[in-house]
């Protein structure tokens, strides 16, 4: 299985209680959800868990790993992302993205002026932003990922056209 044919759907804030359950943060539309996707793999493959949700806590979903077992080990795990293999997830509309397939678009102006590349994409609680970068740009360029600001994506030439909001280059 290639990195790219897994999504990261959350990480591990760190450990809860003291019988080895994790603080999960949750990446999906509906938090819970994590959970329904099987099993769940580190960054590089090498560990996989299943998944037991507990209870909501602070910042996330309390959760028991298997193979956890102390708040040591718990602990240890703390800032590991979580991804699932893309096929286990629901397909999407034509008009919604995972964050994963916008990063390294190359981004292009409605005159076809490349404006960079999208490096990260950010929601801070107001939509998602992308985060755009190269092309001799002096700085990021932080564009909302509208319809109106972003009218095409188009997953399979790599690139999404950007009609730039007023002020904004």
């Known amino acids: 299985m290639q990195a790219n044919d897994r999504i990261c759907v959350g990480a591990i804030a760190g450990s809860f209680g003291v019988q080895g359950e994790v603080r999960l943060k949750s990446f999906c539309a509906e938090a819970a959800a994590i959970a329904d996707y099987g099993p769940l793999y580190t960054k590089d493959g090498a560990r996989n868990f299943t998944i037991k949700l507990t209870r909501p806590v602070s910042g996330g979903l309390g959760a028991r790993l298997s193979g956890i077992q102390t708040k040591e080990e718990a602990d240890a795990l703390r800032g590991t992302e979580l991804y699932v293999d893309r096929d286990r997830l629901p397909k999407l509309p034509d008009d919604e993205f995972y964050h994963s397939d916008l990063i390294g678009l190359e ?33 990021v360029l932080m564009l909302p990922f509208t319809m109106a600001a972003v009218p095409t994506v188009d997953l399979g030439a790599g690139r999404v056209i950007a009609d730039l909001p007023e002020g904004l280059d």
Do not use: P, S
């Not at 960079?116 to 939509?127: D, F, K, L, S």
């Not at 998602?128 to 970068?133: A, M, T």
């Open 107 to 139: 981004v292009l102006d409605t005159g076809g002026a490349v404006l960079g590349r999208v490096i990260a994409v950010h929601n801070h609680g107001a939509g998602d932003i992308l985060e755009i970068n190269g092309a001799g740009r002096k700085t």
